[in-house]
């Protein structure tokens, strides 16, 4: 009953913002296209599309808002202007009641707060969807007292998010069997992606192994602050780390007042974003303003300081050499490479003209070449190469729409920093190093090192592998492989031979030399 009840709460908002409209004009049915007009009739319709879709998934509720965000980051499959209409929803959430904050902190640790913690401040310092946090200070293992900041899941997520989800997963099985680009916009794969970000929110723990992970890669780097997490006080539902003291870095005029040093905070910016991807291969893929902060403390002036760490981005080997061979290709406005790396890397399919993909490409990437540096926005020229790419059915990868979704973010908030922020020549040094080590001998050097241990335990099995091979080939096989094992015991007695009579040669040069030395003196 209370599922029929939200599902009927969902249509009203749906009738009340014209959503219906919006989808069913896009219908092949002629039938529905007329029932799309009826239910619009006497409403005010004038506001965008996109305005109007932000404003429903604000009306329906925290999980319909974060499902926007998500949905904003595949720019592959929106329009232009519902995206970034959707990027500018907001986690306006009212906190929820500190007691059930302590409860749930009690639940988790088995014991009173007063207990965990030696101060625990009661009112909230941030309120979201997903969960709030409060400050507090403990003794951690050592007896050192430490101030912190307590993460506290929401109460009840997990029934309103599946059956939200439920909700969600028909109106995509909908949209897709009744829609003409049903198939091409993937709902029901969107929905799927949107339940796994959820689902990993919702798991505190792995948000700070995420931070772990983050603050040991970034250990040395001296640019960029992330919390501490203490593992003995972390659970599920509640998560403890290093409070961070900083200023928001949305806040300019006040950083300039203390002295920061605005171009080189958005160049740092990029520096740690380039070092992030192309380096570890692990992002902090929910860089926006409002998890992003600027220390003020003299020991660490003008750093970053990251937070909230629900989601993360990952790049594999094969990824990035995908990534630095288009980028090179892209220098080199080889466009036509461009087209092939994406067939052969299975995103088009096997039929797609190539000529065809290499014009599209050419069409969105040359007129970037006609402005200075400092103009090009390599996020928005991804951004309109997913856009083309639905011509074509590519297969965007999850992993790169993020990279996208967060360079766009990086690039949005350098220029805002500093607007004569050149992102090419700030990345130019770092992009060249690593292309080097990723397609130079440096690379095939680590490979190397990498398969030691591997070639280490097979060198000694050969012989047996060989004795076995020959036992088990047919007579002309073994035959062969004796021909070449003969060759191969030739080319050892000759290069043995080379060798000693080389040596023998320098020694008997040494002798005659200390012998006319001798006979000098």
Same mark, same amino acid.
């Given at each position: 009953?209370?599922?029929?009840?939200?599902?009927?709460?969902?249509?009203?908002?749906?009738? $009340?913002? &014209?959503?219906?409209?919006?989808?069913?004009?896009?219908?092949?049915?002629?039938? =529905?296209? %007329?029932?799309?007009?009826?239910?619009?009739?006497?409403?005010?319709?004038?506001?965008?599309?996109?305005?109007?879709?932000?404003?429903?998934? +604000?009306?329906?509720?925290?999980?319909?808002?974060?499902?926007?965000?998500?949905?904003?980051?595949?720019?592959?499959?929106?329009?232009?202007?519902?995206?970034?209409?959707?990027?500018?929803?907001?986690?306006?959430?009212?906190?929820?009641?500190?007691?059930? #904050?302590?409860?749930?902190?009690?639940?988790?640790?088995?014991?009173?707060?007063?207990?965990?913690?030696?101060?625990?401040?009661?009112?909230?310092?941030?309120?979201? %969807?997903?969960?709030?946090?409060?400050?507090?200070?403990?003794?951690?293992?050592?007896?050192?007292?430490?101030?912190?900041?307590?993460?506290?899941? $929401?109460? &009840?997520?997990?029934?309103?998010? +599946?059956?939200? =989800?439920?909700?969600?997963?028909?109106?995509?099985?909908?949209?897709?069997?009744?829609?003409?680009?049903?198939?091409?916009?993937?709902?029901?794969?969107?929905?799927?992606?949107?339940?796994?970000?959820?689902?990993?929110?919702?798991?505190?723990?792995?948000?700070?192994?995420? #931070?772990?992970?983050?603050?040991?890669?970034?250990?040395?780097?001296?640019?960029?602050?992330?919390?501490?997490?203490?593992?003995?006080?972390?659970?599920?539902?509640?998560?403890?780390?290093?409070?961070?003291?900083?200023?928001?870095?949305?806040?300019?005029?006040?950083?300039?007042?203390?002295?920061?040093?605005?171009?080189?905070?958005?160049?740092?910016?990029?520096?740690?974003?380039?070092?992030?991807?192309?380096?570890?291969?692990?992002?902090?893929?929910?860089?926006?303003?409002?998890?992003?902060?600027?220390?003020?403390?003299?020991?660490?002036?003008?750093?970053? @300081? %990251?937070?909230?760490?629900?989601?993360?981005?990952?790049? /594999?080997?094969?990824?990035?050499?995908?990534?630095? *061979?288009?980028?090179?290709?892209?220098? $080199?406005?080889?466009?036509?490479?461009?087209?092939?790396?994406?067939?052969?890397?299975?995103?088009?399919?096997?039929?797609?003209?190539?000529?065809?993909?290499? %014009?599209? @490409?050419?069409?969105?990437?040359?007129?970037?070449?006609?402005?200075?540096?400092?103009?090009?926005?390599?996020?928005?020229?991804?951004?309109?190469?997913?856009? /083309?790419?639905?011509?074509?059915?590519?297969?965007?990868?999850?992993?790169?729409?993020?990279?996208?979704? /967060?360079?766009?973010?990086?690039?949005?908030? &350098?220029?805002?920093?500093?607007?004569?922020?050149?992102?090419?020549?700030? #990345?130019?040094?770092?992009?060249?190093?690593?292309?080097? +080590?990723?397609?130079?001998?440096?690379?095939?050097?680590?490979?190397?090192?990498?398969?030691?241990?591997?070639?280490?335990?097979?060198?000694?099995?050969?012989?047996?592998?060989?004795?076995?091979? =020959?036992?088990?080939?047919?007579?002309?096989?073994?035959?062969?492989?004796?021909?070449?094992?003969?060759?191969?015991?030739? /080319?050892?007695?000759?290069? *043995?031979?080379?060798?000693?009579?080389?040596?023998?040669?320098?020694?008997?040069?040494?002798?005659?030399?200390?012998?006319?030395?001798? $006979?000098?003196?």
């Amino acid at each position: 009953m209370k599922q029929f009840l939200r599902g009927g709460a969902i249509l009203w908002v749906v009738f $009340r913002y &014209g959503l219906d409209a919006m989808v069913l004009d896009s219908f092949q049915k002629p039938w =529905l296209r %007329s029932v799309s007009r009826v239910l619009s009739f006497g409403r005010n319709l004038d506001a965008p599309r996109g305005q109007r879709l932000r404003l429903a998934l +604000e009306r329906l509720g925290p999980i319909f808002v974060k499902f926007g965000q998500v949905l904003s980051t595949r720019r592959d499959l929106l329009p232009p202007d519902v995206a970034d209409e959707l990027a500018r929803l907001q986690d306006r959430v009212p906190p929820f009641d500190p007691e059930i #904050a302590i409860a749930t902190i009690e639940r988790a640790f088995r014991r009173p707060v007063d207990e965990v913690f030696t101060f625990f401040d009661r009112v909230p310092v941030a309120s979201a %969807s997903i969960a709030q946090v409060h400050f507090a200070t403990l003794r951690d293992r050592h007896g050192i007292e430490r101030e912190v900041a307590v993460k506290v899941l $929401r109460p &009840g997520m997990l029934p309103v998010i +599946e059956k939200d =989800l439920s909700l969600m997963r028909m109106m995509a099985g909908w949209v897709e069997s009744l829609s003409a680009d049903g198939k091409r916009l993937k709902p029901r794969e969107v929905v799927a992606e949107f339940d796994n970000y959820l689902h990993d929110e919702l798991d505190l723990v792995r948000e700070a192994a995420n #931070a772990a992970q983050l603050r040991r890669n970034m250990t040395g780097l001296d640019l960029v602050l992330i919390p501490e997490i203490f593992w003995d006080f972390c659970h599920p539902e509640v998560m403890v780390m290093q409070r961070m003291n900083g200023v928001p870095i949305s806040q300019i005029e006040r950083l300039r007042d203390a002295g920061v040093d605005i171009p080189k905070l958005a160049r740092d910016g990029v520096t740690i974003f380039f070092t992030q991807v192309f380096r570890d291969g692990f992002f902090h893929a929910d860089m926006h303003p409002g998890n992003i902060q600027v220390s003020l403390d003299p020991a660490t002036f003008g750093r970053y @300081i %990251s937070l909230d760490f629900g989601i993360v981005g990952t790049l /594999t080997e094969s990824d990035k050499e995908y990534l630095a *061979q288009n980028f090179v290709a892209f220098f $080199r406005r080889d466009y036509k490479r461009v087209a092939e790396l994406h067939i052969e890397s299975g995103w088009v399919p096997p039929e797609t003209r190539v000529n065809d993909l290499e %014009s599209a @490409i050419r069409a969105v990437c040359e007129p970037y070449f006609d402005r200075p540096l400092k103009e090009i926005s390599l996020g928005m020229v991804l951004m309109r190469l997913f856009q /083309t790419s639905r011509r074509f059915h590519v297969e965007i990868q999850p992993q790169l729409v993020l990279l996208q979704k /967060t360079l766009l973010n990086i690039e949005g908030l &350098g220029r805002e920093l500093d607007p004569e922020l050149d992102l090419w020549s700030t #990345a130019k040094p770092f992009l060249e190093k690593w292309m080097l +080590e990723q397609m130079g001998p440096q690379r095939l050097w680590r490979e190397l090192r990498a398969e030691a241990p591997h070639y280490a335990k097979l060198i000694p099995e050969l012989p047996r592998l060989l004795h076995d091979a =020959l036992r088990q080939r047919p007579a002309d096989q073994q035959q062969a492989l004796r021909e070449l094992l003969e060759v191969q015991h030739r /080319t050892n007695r000759l290069l *043995q031979s080379i060798i000693y009579g080389g040596v023998g040669f320098v020694l008997g040069l040494l002798a005659m030399q200390l012998f006319v030395r001798m $006979r000098i003196f």
